[in-house]
C-alpha cells in the first residue's frame, strides 16, 4: 500500500483514538471533582464515583498508548454505563441518592455520550489498532469486522444509540429538578417529625429540615449546585404549638427570604421523598457537614 494511503486511512483512526482517551479523561476529571467536594461521603454512591474515576483514567491511558480496539469498546460502553446511571439517580434514585439538575451533571452526560459515539466510531473503522492474538481479543476481532460487514457497517447502530442516549439525557435535564422545590418554597407552619425515635424539625409536609455548619445567623453559604440539592426553606414561617424557639429570616443574594431556627438557616434535602427521612443527616457535602435539627 503507498504511504499515502496509509497516512489518509492512519491518520482519521488516530484522531479518534486520541479524542475519545480525552472523553474519558474529561469524563473521569469530572467525576473526580464531585467526589473530591463532597460525593466521597455519600455512602455506596463515593465508592462508586471513585471506581468511575479509575475506570476513567485506566481505559483512557490504554486507549492512548496501545490503541487496542477491545479496550476502546470498553471505554464505549463504560461512559454508555455511567450516563446510565446518572438518568437512573435522576428519574428514580440510586442507592438511596436522588440526583437533580446541574450544569455539571448535563455537561457530564454530554461528554459521555460524545466518548461512547468517538470510541465506537474508533472500533467500526478500519485501519490500526486490531489486536493481533488470540483468545477473547481475537473473537472481539471477528466481532467486530462481522459488525462491519452488516448493513450500514455498523455505523448506523452507533449512531443511532448515540442519538437515543443524547435524547434520553435531554428528557431527563428537562423534566426533572429538586423534588423538593416545591415542598421547601411556600412560606407555611413548621412541625417537628420522628426520625429514628427523635423528634426532629420539618416543615408543613413533614420534609425532614436541616442546617448548614458553615451558615452564619445572617448569611446563607448555599448557592449554585449547592442550592440544587439542598432547597433554602422561604420565610417567614410560624411554628406549630410546643415547638420552641426563635424563628425568623435573612435575606438571601437573590432578594428572597429564608427561614431561619434559632440562628439557623433552614433547608430541605433533594434525597428526603417523604416524611420519616434524614438522608442528609452528617453528610459532609457542598463545603460543609449538614445536620437535622433535634426538637426537644
Known sequence: MPAQEVSRSTWPSLGLRLVGAALLVATGAMHLDLYVTG??????????FLLQVIAAFALALIVAVTGSKLFAAAGALFALAVLGGYLLSIWVGLFGFTEVRTTAGIVAGVIEVAAFAVLAAYCL????????????????????NGVRQSPGGGGAAAGVISVVALVLLIVAVTTVGNSNAASAAAPGSLKTESVGG??????????????FAPDTSTASKCYGSCAAYWSPVKGPVHAAPGIPGTFGTIKRTDGTLQATYNGHPLYTYVAD??????????LDLNGGKWYDIPVK
Open 39 to 48: 460525593y466521597k461521603n455519600i455512602p455506596t454512591i463515593g465508592v462508586l
Open 125 to 144: 473503522a478500519p485501519g490500526p489498532g486490531e489486536d493481533r492474538v488470540q483468545g477473547v481479543f481475537g473473537l472481539f476481532n471477528r466481532l467486530v
Open 198 to 211: 427523635v423528634n426532629v424539625l420539618a416543615n408543613s409536609k413533614g420534609i425532614t429540615l436541616y442546617r
Open 273 to 282: 421523598g417523604g416524611p420519616g427521612q434524614a438522608k442528609g443527616n452528617n
